[in-house]
């Protein structure tokens, strides 16, 4: 769990560091839909070069970004396993204990795994490079339309900036609980099946009420500093789009327009 990267904002002076958050978030949703046309690996090639580019660019490590993905090596193995259980189409590639491991089911996980990995990455780099607060004033700005429909546009986007926060805290919190009971005895890694639902339990309860205390003091601080939900609000910092915003927008709908071209004439 160190290892979780997602929601850390990392203070640098680089220029995506300094873009509108609104056109990062919408250019971030850009290269999400790009990811999602079936442009064979071409495409990801193309998509995971642009997003290594913005990584440099940003002056992250990229090791930073890929520690994002040790969490998810789990899921992908069960993803794995059940595409060779489920997929039976295809050449068989090899047999282990009577079961016939088929082309299709391999290359299928590879490429959820593939696209998985690069929503991750900018995913991780929109949250490393954008502060939570610029974060709720660029997502409330865009959900500013859905106004007229009588959608709290202003709570939506603080409940989402809370969530991406609290990531790295509870995960922070989780390593200090898994050391105290460490230091009492507590093994989840070692001992039998049972021993280690009886630890996973054991950490699981105090992290639930740490994350309620958690909940209840920054409620007593937003309702002591006079916060009213649905109530009119004003802005001491007002978000204004410059001509790099503008570049990074039109270069990531370029970019969808080439997996659209890729996945309809060469994929």
């Not at 930073?64 to 069960?78: A, N, Q, R, W």
């Not at 954008?130 to 546009?153: C, M, Q, S, W, Y």
Request: glycine content about 4%; proline content about 4%; some cysteine.
């Amino acid at each position: 769990m160190s290892n979780m990267t997602l929601g850390k904002y990392i203070p640098l002076d680089s220029i995506i560091h300094k873009m509108d958050p609104r056109a990062k978030i919408i250019a971030m949703l850009l290269l999400v839909t790009a990811i999602f046309f079936p442009s064979g690996w071409l495409g990801y090639g193309i998509i995971g070069c642009c997003i290594i580019f913005t990584v440099f660019l940003a002056k992250l490590n990229l090791k930073f970004v890929l520690k994002s993905m040790k969490p998810m090596i789990t899921m992908m193995f069960f993803l794995f396993i059940i595409n060779v259980l489920v997929i039976k189409s295809g050449d068989v590639l090899f047999t282990i204990f009577n079961l016939s491991v088929y082309s299709d089911a391999v290359f299928q996980t590879l490429y959820i795994i593939v696209r998985l990995i690069l929503m991750i990455m900018i995913t991780t780099t929109l949250t490393a490079t954008t502060k939570p607060l610029d974060l709720t004033l660029g997502i409330e700005d865009l959900l500013i339309p859905l106004k007229r429909f009588k959608v709290p546009a202003h709570e939506i986007a603080m409940l989402i900036s809370i969530a991406l926060r609290f990531i790295p805290d509870l995960i922070d919190e989780t390593q200090r609980i898994m050391k105290a009971q460490a230091s009492r005895g507590v093994d989840i890694q070692e001992g039998k099946f049972k021993e280690k639902i009886m630890a996973i339990l054991s950490l699981i309860v105090p992290l639930f009420v740490s994350a309620l205390q958690r909940a209840e003091d920054l409620a007593n601080a937003m309702e002591a500093r006079g916060f009213v939900p649905g109530a009119k609000r004003t802005r001491y910092k007002v978000l204004k789009m410059k001509y790099y915003d503008y570049i990074l927008i039109t270069s990531s709908i370029f970019l969808v327009l080439l997996m659209w071209f890729i996945s309809r004439f060469y994929a």
